[in-house]
């Protein structure tokens, strides 16, 4: 064979095959892990609709569907009262962690004060420690203090402050160029105007990521809103759900199929929101404000 004899087979072309088949390994493995991860999910929707419920995998068959248990769960809990409570709660601990994170990140991450590092260990030493374990002393200092049981204040003050999302911010805002703020300063711009104009517009991605993270707690928060909460009105979805479960047994005719019902309404608004803001997640545009 010639030394320049162009048909001769290609070393380039081997190794295809090993890569293709890798792939397809790889594909199948993630394909088995999403279904894997997803059948939860399914068996709660279809669980939800059936009529009556098995108790084994056939039960997981979409045959003989109805809407009725979302009926009996409206009926037995004012499932509107319980999703309006769990939107006030969420709506008041996002909107105060976004607002008090992102200028203690902001702080923490781009001004020179005498105690910064003080302050960033002790944000890292909370996030250490249990909610659990300060529940007691919450409800003395709540309820009994400044009496705010069966209030929505008395629900959103302890979780006001988020360390994690103080953390999430002051991480992303250390990654921005430093010249950026730099520039800034030397026109004379304050620091809110900076945070406002500059920061805040290159910090979706961690907004977005903040807001689904703060969102998934206090939306299905159990423990505190029971303790706080003694009258039903006020008490949230996850609460009303744990309430009313002996009073399903004998009112309705599928006692799982509605709590499934109840599971799926919990459910439906943080998977709306992970699919709305997953494509965010990754993408940032730091790099866009400089030059170069």
């Known amino acids: 064979m010639s030394r320049y004899d162009l048909t001769a087979p290609s070393g380039h072309d081997v190794p295809h095959t090993g890569r293709g088949t890798g792939r397809a390994i790889r594909f199948v493995v993630l394909l088995v892990g999403a279904l894997g991860f997803l059948f939860p999910f399914y068996y709660m929707v279809v669980g939800s609709l059936r009529k009556v419920t098995t108790g084994d995998l056939s039960s997981a068959a979409p045959s003989g569907l109805t809407t009725g248990n979302y009926g009996?769960?409206?009926?037995?809990?004012?499932?509107?009262r319980a999703l309006v409570n769990s939107g006030v709660m969420t709506a008041g601990v996002?909107?105060?962690?976004?607002?008090?994170?992102?200028?203690?990140?902001?702080?923490?991450?781009?001004?020179?004060?005498?105690?910064?590092?003080?302050?960033f260990a002790t944000l890292l030493l909370v996030?250490?420690?249990p909610f659990q374990l300060l529940t007691l002393p919450l409800y003395v200092l709540v309820v009994r203090d400044y009496g705010l049981g069966d209030n929505y204040l008395g629900m959103i003050l302890p979780f006001a402050i988020n360390s994690t999302a103080v953390f999430l911010f002051r991480q992303f805002f250390l990654q921005m160029p430093a010249s950026l703020f730099e520039a800034a300063r030397i026109d004379g711009a304050?620091?809110?105007?900076?945070?406002w104009r500059i920061a805040l517009p290159m910090a979706r991605p961690a907004l977005l990521t903040g807001t689904l993270l703060t969102f998934i707690g206090p939306w299905n928060e159990f423990l505190w809103p029971f303790l706080v909460t003694k009258n039903a009105d006020m008490q949230p979805l996850a609460v009303s759900l744990a309430?009313?479960?002996?009073?399903?047994?004998g009112t309705v005719s599928n006692p799982t199929g509605a709590l499934m019902a109840g599971a799926c309404v919990l459910a439906a608004p943080a998977v709306a929101l992970f699919l709305l803001f997953q494509r965010h997640f990754t993408h940032t545009n730091i790099d866009s404000g400089i030059k170069g």
């Open 72 to 80: 009996a769960i409206d009926g037995a809990l004012s499932l509107g």
């Open 94 to 119: 996002l909107l105060c962690t976004l607002v008090f994170g992102v200028l203690a990140g902001y702080a923490l991450a781009r001004l020179q004060f005498r105690g910064r590092g003080t302050v």
């Open 127 to 129: 996030q250490t420690i």
């Open 190 to 195: 304050s620091e809110l105007r900076i945070l």
């Open 243 to 249: 309430g009313f479960l002996s009073n399903l047994q």
